[in-house]
């Protein structure tokens, strides 16, 4: 092997957030399972180590919800951290008795633990239950004050080597075949001169660099491009900060074939610079 398998064990209060913590690994590309025996973590890292396309990055789920399954945390820990292929953390989520008691009430959920109990009872026997495996945590994160999105972005900044790029699709496309359904944002560029109607065009599309320059050449498309990448350059990290996970803009011209294709290569080109882009035309190959 050339590198180690990063791992993450992610277990703590029921309430604390764990749901939100693994989509959250799943959007950084970890291979997620959740509420998983411990004992079957060395298998599924050995599974891992032997798949064709090697996985990089795990996380793993582990409450008190597995019963007595959940007891060999610590032990199996120890042993993973023997192994020279696997590097494992155990982040233990937590949060004061107040916060999870309003979020058990808001979420109408029962408490794992509750067999007639009342609520409050339930979390502090659930804390005494946990007390080695947080005071064994490699790091205790307090979601009492945090949104969905500012856990996530905390966990990004542990655990992610790169900062997280939003990925931006932007997709051309022909109004007169609908309008992408999946688009978070629609630009209509038919009010530019259409390259349809010049004979010496009309064969190629916007990616074609004598299309490209007719569309461009224009002062209106000139100043349509200012206005547009100044403004996806406000909204992409305002997004990010929300905790949107993509977005998708679609731009359109009638056909699909010049304008829209040409405008999206250049939009694509500028946001390529602070976000993952995809540029894909949809329709640019249609005749009629």
Not at 265 to 271: C, D, F, G, T, Y
């Amino acid at each position: 092997m050339t590198s180690r398998l990063q791992t993450v064990v992610l277990t703590g209060m029921s309430g604390a957030g764990k749901s939100v913590a693994m989509q959250a690994f799943e959007d950084f590309g970890f291979f997620c399972v959740d509420n998983l025996p411990p004992a079957l973590i060395p298998r599924l890292l050995d599974m891992a180590e032997h798949a064709s396309g090697r996985l990089a990055k795990m996380a793993f789920g582990c409450d008190l919800r597995g019963g007595e399954l959940f007891e060999p945390l610590l032990q199996t820990l120890k042993a993973i951290r023997e192994r020279k292929d696997a590097e494992v953390q155990l982040v233990f989520l937590d949060a004061d008795d107040a916060t999870l008691v309003r979020r058990y009430k808001e979420s109408r959920r029962r408490h794992p633990l509750a067999q007639g109990a009342r609520l409050l009872e339930s979390i502090q026997e659930e804390r005494v239950a946990l007390a080695a495996v947080r005071q064994a945590a490699d790091a205790v994160i307090d979601t009492s004050q945090l949104t969905a999105n500012q856990l996530k972005q905390e966990l990004g900044r542990r655990f992610v080597e790169r900062v997280m790029r939003l990925p931006v699709h932007v997709m051309s496309f022909g109004f007169k075949y609908g309008v992408p359904l999946d688009a978070d944002m629609v630009l209509d560029v038919r009010f530019l001169p259409n390259p349809h109607y010049i004979d010496g065009l009309r064969p190629y599309t916007g990616e074609d660099v004598p299309v490209y320059q007719y569309v461009m050449q224009w002062p209106a498309t000139q100043e349509f491009l200012k206005k547009t990448e100044d403004m996806l350059d406000f909204l992409i990290p305002e997004y990010q900060r929300e905790g949107k996970s993509h977005l998708v803009v679609g731009i359109g011209c009638t056909g699909g074939k010049h304008r829209s294709v040409a405008i999206a290569k250049h939009i694509a080109n500028h946001l390529a610079q602070a976000a993952d882009v995809e540029l894909t035309h949809r329709d640019f190959r249609r005749e009629g």
